[in-house]
């Protein structure tokens, strides 16, 4: 670099000068190291008063940024909201800025735990800050900021609505800092940010701190995917650099592809570099080896000689994404049992008194039905499960273990890869395929993206390494296809709910809750959708254009002309579908009339001539009777043997004795038909001829009266007429593909506003809204109940609240009345309604199951989406444990781990919290609500506070 004149020296020191002065320079300087250009951007243009969007790969260091933001409201004495979409990411927020700015200036909120809800930062679930704009809760005085991290979470089909709710609603003066992992279109979400929130700079940053190498595993060799000695993420993808797959492995995919029986293979393989600050040493070289005749190529190697060959490799700490809770444990006793152990004697001393500190609290009977024990165990020795079965208290001591080196490897399910601070060096993927809940699917390249992100610690690792296991038919190509794609489309799930709703027209009206879903993400990208619609419907309309005036006549109207030739055309056409239907029924009909011994001619087909009947069936649709030919043959007949109608021309008697499989017997009988033939002195009338006369009258009468207006046409006698005809077919054809397009932009044009609409008929039917002396919408009593209620089945709940379904339970079956209104079963767990532990819960949850099964109706005739099952899995378990029941005896004979119950009951908690404060509750009901609080946050509920 050339070295710098006097002048430029002094222009740099002067920047510095005055950039030291701002209050982003004075926050940089907290930090011992340089940050990177795309940080250094966003903050000063959010400290410029401007919204940011940042969007950069996991790991990159977006949260400075966040974090800038807090610094600005401390330091103007106004407030900051951090949120996160997962409450494990608010906790773990909430500890790392607690630890720097101090507990007293620091806040959380999760819905379940509130600390310090009034300082200047707090952090809290995006559903909480949802929750205080529709209720204008006065903590949102003095709000200066609102980060919203993970913001990509809003394509979350389930939840992902309630990121536009609040980025909407919240007041114009909040400065919004979005903080994304890299997506494809973060330009179109930045131009939405600008349009409803005002001035917004899109940063946009692909480079990786920690360049990630991608691998596959094959055996125990560990094979590099792509050709060449750059990783992809340093590679530059604008000159079409992307390299070329390892021959390698599309080698070894081409052999088991025509060997996986049989056959032999031997390849030598170059392994993972192992580059970077590596505890111990690299790779080694791979040698796939050979294989006995009849087995596959590549032996796979078990989960604890996976880490073996990490650890070998330099290439821990590690975390393997399995896509199952239950693999996930698994592995770990796979780990232990195999006698693996990746830990210091020193380590595990440390370990273990973590361990003890973190359980302390929880009650020695519960330590067994927490899987406690292997748990331990497997921390000792540096491996640890990560899953949102477990026990939050369990999880997070996981999560600070592996930060700070002292657990290597964790098998985790993909919800690991949603924000939590779990940087590795090494991630593995055991295989791209996953259960979404309804069936297998591949991994997406997004989920690939987010999920290999992991790898590569900043400031610890000089690069971070993915890790695909070799599964019989993989395909290194569409590996490689996943890796190289490094960004993904941001799509909204946004839709109108019933509580969106009724909150929006009581705070705004319906006309301008209209507009206001009108500025959604979801509408802005239909609306650009429909910009694309539009440009095609243009192009053909100068098509159309261009096809008139080249079927111009100058003997007249030729528009006309070709109007009344199609006009006859569709007619003909329809009138000689109609003559098939007619014909094809009286064939059928014909058919059917047979009887055996009737004597018929079959007009075509297989063997023509006269026939004998010898049997019918009339067990099947289409009457298909067995003949005897002249020729002695047998057959069946069938529409397709027949020009037209079949009828009997005459009959003979078939003696009783007759066997169609002998052959005497059909000798006989074909000797019969032969007499009978020769006396049929002329054949009946033709009943072709009176099917002909079918056709309607008034289709004949349309159809000449057509052809009449046709042959007077000025157009009828152009020499050019055909010429023309062809220009007036393809612009008809054209006019009828551009109407179709117009059709889609006006189905998606205010798709928002009109699905809006139907959820207010839903909610006038129920009498939630009603129209005031004003003649505007407004919201019941029952709909102000609405308001304060938040989830999936939000207007089941106020129905059922209307229904009285709660007033007559005590708190402990309130608690499991609660869990069939939060509870989610698995597909393989529903069943059938199982008996309930009292009258009296019995008929809440007939109601509950009669307003459900109403609302069903409702719903599919609004063409809205259904409202989900109540489920009753949990109810037993609930109650059990609301009456003081042991964790093992709760938890016996279902299938629930203990971190999940723990979770289902914390958002029965948090139900029953909003029930106790909606308005107008009957104050029993509200103490009862209160009462089963109490009942269930108790135990492992009540120690586990900041729960997943």
Not at 495 to 506: F, K
Request: hydrophobic fraction near 40%.
């Amino acid at each position: 670099m050339p070295s710098q004149s006097p002048a430029e020296r002094y222009q740099a020191a002067r920047e510095r000068l005055v950039e030291s002065r701002t209050e982003f320079g004075s926050f940089k300087d907290t930090f011992d190291f340089e940050l990177d250009e795309f940080q250094i951007e966003a903050c000063k243009s959010l400290e410029a008063g401007q919204g940011v969007l940042v969007a950069a790969p996991t790991g990159a260091g977006k949260t400075i940024v966040g974090e800038f933001a807090v610094y600005l409201a401390l330091a103007r004495g106004l407030k900051a909201f951090y949120t996160t979409p997962i409450k494990a990411l608010s906790n773990q927020k909430y500890a790392e800025l607690a630890a720097k700015y101090g507990a007293r200036d620091v806040g959380l909120l999760t819905g379940d735990t509130s600390i310090n809800p009034e300082a200047a930062i707090v952090v809290m679930t995006t559903e909480v800050l949802r929750n205080m704009l529709y209720a204008s809760s006065e903590a949102l005085d003095d709000l200066a900021f609102v980060v919203m991290d993970e913001v990509h979470y809003l394509a979350d089909r389930f939840r992902g609505a309630v990121w536009e709710e609040v980025i909407i609603h919240l007041p114009s003066e909040v400065q919004l800092v979005s903080l994304s992992a890299t997506v494809s279109n973060a330009e179109e979400f930045g131009a939405w940010l600008d349009t409803v929130r005002g001035s917004t700079t899109v940063i946009v940053s692909e480079h990786r701190p920690v360049p990630l190498w991608q691998h596959v595993m094959v055996g125990k060799d560990i094979v590099d995917l792509f050709a060449g000695d750059t990783s992809f993420d340093e590679l530059d993808v604008r000159q079409d650099a992307t390299p070329a797959v390892n021959t390698e492995l599309t080698e070894l995919a081409r052999v088991e592809s025509q060997n996986r029986q049989r056959g032999r293979f031997a390849h030598g393989g170059r392994g993972a570099r192992g580059r970077g600050q590596q505890r111990r040493g690299g790779p080694a070289k791979p040698s796939f080896g050979h294989s006995d005749a009849g087995q596959s190529p590549v032996r796979s190697a078990s989960r604890p000689q996976v880490i073996q060959a990490l650890d070998r490799a330099g290439l821990l700490p590690a975390i393997t994404f399995i896509f199952s809770r239950a693999a996930c444990d698994a592995a770990v006793r796979q780990c232990v049992d195999f006698g693996l152990s990746l830990t210091t004697e020193a380590e595990r001393a440390e370990i273990s008194a973590r361990v003890d500190q973190a359980s302390q609290e929880i009650p020695s009977d519960d330590l067994d039905v927490l899987g406690y024990w292997s748990w331990r165990e497997g921390l000792l020795r540096g491996v640890a499960a990560h899953h949102a079965g477990m026990l939050p208290t369990f999880k997070e001591l996981v999560e600070t273990l592996f930060v700070d080196g002292l657990v290597r490897a964790v098998f985790a399910t993909e919800t690991l890869a949603l924000g939590v601070n779990m940087p590795a060096r090494s991630v593995v993927l055991e295989k791209l395929e996953k259960f979404n809940g309804e069936s297998h699917v591949n991994v997406t390249a997004g989920e690939y993206t987010q999920l290999t992100g992991r790898a590569g610690r900043r400031g610890i690792d000089v690069e971070g390494h993915a890790v695909v296991l070799w599964q019989p038919g993989t395909d290194p190509g569409a590996v490689a296809g996943l890796a190289s794609r490094r960004t993904y489309p941001l799509n909204s799930s946004f839709r109108p709910t019933y509580n969106m709703s009724i909150n929006l027209i009581a705070q705004f009206g319906r006309g301008r809750a209209r507009e206001i879903l009108e500025s959604s993400f979801a509408q802005f990208q239909a609306d650009r959708s429909v910009v694309g619609l539009a440009k095609q419907v243009r192009s053909r309309e100068a098509s159309l254009n261009g096809y008139q005036e080249s079927m111009t006549c100058h003997l007249g109207d030729f528009s006309e002309y070709a109007r009344l030739r199609r006009e006859l055309s569709d007619l003909e056409s329809s009138a000689a579908q109609q003559r098939s239907r007619t014909r094809r029924d009286a064939v059928d009909e014909s058919l059917a009339s047979l009887r055996p011994g009737d004597v018929v001619e079959v007009s075509s087909g297989r063997s023509p001539g006269y026939a004998v009947v010898v049997a019918t069936d009339t067990h099947s649709a289409e009457s298909r009777p067995i003949v005897l030919t002249q020729g002695r043959d047998t057959r069946r007949l069938s529409r397709q043997d027949l020009d037209g109608p079949i009828m009997a021309q005459g009959h003979l008697r078939i003696p009783k004795q007759f066997n169609l499989r002998q052959a005497k017997d059909r000798k006989n009988l074909v000797a019969a038909l032969e007499h009978a033939i020769r006396g049929i002195a002329a054949a009946p009338a033709s009943r072709e001829a009176s099917f002909v006369s079918t056709r309607s009258a008034e289709q004949e009468k349309k159809i000449t009266e057509l052809r009449r207006q046709l042959r007077a046409h000025p157009c009828h006698g152009c020499s050019e007429r055909e010429s023309h005809a062809r220009w007036s077919e393809r612009w008809w054809r054209l006019r009828r593909e551009t109407d179709d397009l117009m059709r889609q932009i006006q189905g998606r044009t205010g798709t928002i506003a009109k699905t809006f609409d139907r959820v207010c008929e839903v909610l006038r039917s129920y009498d939630f809204l009603e129209t005031g002396p004003d003649q505007q919408l407004r919201p019941t009593q029952a709909g102000q109940r609405l308001r304060r209620i938040y989830g999936e089945k939000d207007l089941l709940i106020a129905l059922c609240l209307r229904e009285g379904a709660f007033d007559r339970l005590d708190a402990n079956e309130l608690a499991a009345f609660a869990s069939a209104l939060v509870y989610q079963a698995k597909r393989e767990e529903r069943g059938l309604r199982p008996r309930l532990p009292s009258a009296e819960l019995e008929s809440s949850v007939d109601i509950l199951v009669t307003a459900w099964s109403r609302l069903e109706d409702q719903e599919s005739q609004a063409k809205l989406p259904l409202t989900s099952e109540p489920e009753l899995g949990l109810v037993w378990p609930m109650i059990k444990w609301a009456r003081g029941r042991h964790l093992e005896a709760v938890l016996e004979g279902t299938d629930l781990a203990a971190g999940d119950f723990v979770r289902w009951a914390k958002q029965v908690i948090d139900l029953l919290d909003q029930l106790a404060g909606v308005p107008a509750l009957a104050p029993q009901t509200r103490r009862t609500c209160l009462e089963a609080i109490e009942h269930v946050r108790r135990g492992v509920v009540a120690y586990s506070a900041l729960a997943a």
